[in-house]
T-cell receptor, first 112, second 118 residues
């Protein structure tokens, strides 16, 4: 079946450190891939997406590249800020109009 | 766009009571989804509407759960005879029609309704 696996958290970093959160997926066909972020007490916000192999999604300094050969969509940011502290979810969708399938989430804590 | 809204934001109820949640999608979004999120987990799909038609239901949606979208706009999710295991965050999301630019597979989430069953 379709599934998403994320690295276990929490990830604790100092401000301005480099961030990588690993995400791998299992899916039939050619899914679209997403990163959502959930700040404390809030709902999910779309961070970035990629719809086909080798696409790079980017937003707010975060980037992720759709790697079909390694079935991965790792999230990276060159210099994290305290305000980036949140839970990050990797997700896939097989096709529009179907359910998003989420990983378990990775908690990021950034200290100044 | 005001975003997806959900009401109430928090609900505390006693086991055995019925509860109903409301979701208002983004204007012109014809597709609407319900998910459930428990502590430390990612959201899990419950059900999906396209306009007023309920097109898909998860196995998670037991007989005690019912969802409606009577006019293809807002949606309600009702849980009958609540159990402590129903305690979770219930999330609603919507998507624009395929024909619109940017339409397709992106889902936009509301703030969620946190249910606590005592």
């Amino acid at each position: 079946g379709n599934s998403v696996t994320q690295m276990e958290g929490p990830v604790t970093l100092s401000e301005e450190a480099f961030l990588t959160i690993n995400c791998t997926y299992t899916a039939t066909g050619y899914p679209s891939l997403f990163w959502y972020v959930q700040y404390p007490g809030e709902g999910l916000q779309l961070l970035l997406k990629a719809t086909k192999a080798d696409d790079k999604g980017s937003n707010k300094g975060f980037e992720a590249t759709y790697r079909k050969e390694t079935t991965s969509f790792h999230l990276e940011k060159g210099s994290v800020q305290v305000s980036d502290s949140a839970v990050y979810f990797c997700a896939l969708i097989r096709q529009a109009g179907t359910a998003l399938i989420f990983g378990k989430g990775t908690t990021l804590s950034v200290s100044s | 766009d005001t975003g997806v809204s959900q009401d109430p934001r928090h609900k505390i109820t006693k086991r055995g009571q019925n509860v109903t949640f409301r979701c208002d999608p983004i204007s012109e979004h014809n597709r609407l989804y319900w998910y459930r999120q428990t502590l430390g987990q990612g959201p899990e799909f419950l059900t999906y509407f396209q306009n007023e038609a309920q097109l898909e239901k998860s196995r998670l949606l037991s007989d005690r759960f019912s969802a409606e979208r009577p006019k293809g706009s807002f949606s309600t999710l009702e849980i009958q005879r609540t159990e402590q295991g129903d305690s979770a965050m219930y999330l609603c999301a919507s998507s624009p029609p395929f024909r619109l630019a940017g339409g397709g597979d992106t889902q936009y989430f509301g703030p969620g309704t946190r249910l606590t069953v005592l």
